[in-house]
């Protein structure tokens, strides 16, 4: 696959990755580096891509903490180049920013820059996308036409002797409320395929 192939590919596997890490000192909620590494090099060996990152740009100076410490404080502007296994390839440019009180503030900046050319290249959400057929959404049908469809529905469960869960398992709903319209109308669909009085069927 070409690269264009190969990251449609992996955005439609990649999961979502929520904002699980806490920052104690002020308070806010992130996605670390090490959850879009663990997440997504699977997914890199799968369909063969690789990064090659090159340094463009780098900013260092010295701060002052609130204690009267020194801190280190850089900025790198940095190119990701990702590579397909035919060779061709994309790249993005990003800026990362890392504090340290040590040596690690460019290391810090790099990471953050690799992180955030991830989450765009691959539009990495931060949490599930939801199905809209297992969403409850407004019926464009009235109230008492879905009543009908659910005691529709009901009648034919009994008279195929069909196990509800089954039916609840195939549509990812916990039970009927959960249903919408169209779910009904297909069950009932199915329903009248099956022979009277007989469970064993292929679809539930």
Known sequence: MNIYQTINKIMEEVPAIGK???????GYSFRGID??????????????LFIVPELLEQNREERKSSNGGSLLYSICKMKYIFY????????????????DS?????????????KYALFQVFCIPTEEMKDPDNEKQPSSISKDEEIKLLADMEELIIATETDREDIFEYFKVKNDTEMTPKQMKQAIEILKKKPINQRKVDVF
Do not use: H
């Not at 699980?20 to 002020?26: E, G, T």
């Open 20 to 26: 699980n890490k806490k920052n104690m000192k002020q």
């Open 35 to 48: 959850d879009v590494m663990n997440k997504l090099q699977p997914l890199f060996a799968k369909y063969k």
């Open 84 to 99: 397909a296994e035919d060779g061709s390839n994309v790249s993005a440019i990003v800026v990362g920013e890392g504090m």
């Open 102 to 114: 040590g040596d690690k503030a460019s290391n810090k900046a790099m990471a953050v820059a690799l």
